[in-house]
């Protein structure tokens, strides 16, 4: 059994992303990672990072961003599916940028790969979600935030990363163009594995998170529009009141240890219950998403009501 690791990133340095903390999250698991790694800008240190981590492992694909060709987030999926189509692994292992795996999921993530292998139903492994929000402790389980998804696929073609790479769909007879696509695509089927991904997409200083925050808008929306939107949007982006999420009290992984360390914006949360004047009301902050989360939560012992899956859960 051969597995492959791989991801797509770009400006990761001057985003605040720890890309080599992701890849070396999986790395021991790997036979193989592969980067697509996009034409940075000059202030980025994105190649240096990675080159760094010193491992034969790792390929490196460089690559150049069309996002007239690739619009309203595909060219994600884009240069996903460029990283995969290198990939030789019986299993692929997807991570974006900001995501990272606990070594203590490792074994059983590989006993899972080897237990489904010769399995024709299972298309792939669903892993749980961590979502982190302003620190390293604070976490969110707000109905809005997916509390799963795909993230070990088997090597097929026509297995795609699908929309703006949140997850994969089998797509037949696909042009390579329209990742957005909803005909003649079809959801996997999945087996859900007692693993966690760590998200950090959302640990970032205040004023990163809004550069991170437009960088994002500006693939999916154009730059015009993303210049328009962000003119009178404050330089620091506000996490809102971090005392009503959930805290993690467990370490965090081995790889992120330096990373962590460097957390150095705690004056600039608010730690209590109550949103300060003038805040921005988050999504999960508003009553509708509350009170659906209580329901979730506290009645129907976590199960979601509605939301989309993009998978079809095996019962294994």
């Known amino acids: 059994m051969k597995i492959s690791g791989f991801t797509m990133v770009k400006n990761a340095s001057k985003l605040y992303f720890p890309i080599k903390q992701s890849i070396e999250s999986i ?3 790997v036979d193989e990672f592969v980067v697509a790694l996009g034409d940075c800008d000059e202030d980025d240190s994105t190649l240096k990072e990675i080159e760094s981590i010193q491992s034969d492992k790792i390929r490196i694909i460089h690559t150049v961003w069309d996002l007239n060709k690739y619009s309203r987030g595909t060219e994600n999926a884009h240069q996903s599916n460029i990283a995969k189509d290198a990939c030789s692994g019986d299993w692929l292992f997807y991570l974006q940028a900001d995501e990272v795996v606990h070594e203590k999921y490792l074994p059983g993530i ?3 790969c080897e237990d489904y292998l ?8 669903l892993f749980n979600y961590k979502h982190f929000w302003g620190d390293y402790e604070h976490y969110h389980y707000a109905h809005n935030w997916y509390p799963k998804e795909i993230r070990i696929i088997k090597n097929e073609k026509d297995i795609y990363s699908w929309e703006s790479a949140q997850s994969f769909r089998r797509i037949l007879n696909f042009d390579g163009v329209d990742y957005r696509q909803q005909k003649n695509t079809f959801k996997l089927n999945v087996v ?7 998200h950090y997409g959302w640990v970032r200083p205040p004023v990163l998170m ?5 960088a994002l808008h500006t693939i ?5 529009v993303a210049d328009k939107d962000f003119k009178d949007v404050a330089e620091e982006f506000s996490y809102g009141a971090l005392g009503k999420l959930r805290t993690y009290s467990g370490t965090p992984p081995k790889v992120m240890k330096e990373w962590v ?10 730690y209590t219950s109550d949103r300060k004047p003038n805040e921005q009301i988050h999504k999960h902050e508003k009553l509708k998403t509350r009170l659906t989360t209580f329901l979730e939560q506290k009645v129907l012992g976590g199960r979601q009501i509605g939301g989309f899956k993009n998978y079809i ?3 294994k």
């Open 27 to 29: 790395l021991p698991l």
């Open 110 to 112: 590989k006993k899972a």
């Open 118 to 125: 010769f399995d024709k139903k299972v298309e792939g492994l």
């Open 192 to 198: 859900n594995i007692d693993a966690e991904i760590f």
């Open 210 to 214: 809004n550069k991170k925050r437009k």
């Open 220 to 224: 999916h929306n154009g730059s015009k």
């Open 261 to 270: 360390a460097k957390h150095d914006w705690s004056d600039k949360l608010n």
């Open 313 to 315: 859960l095996l019962n």
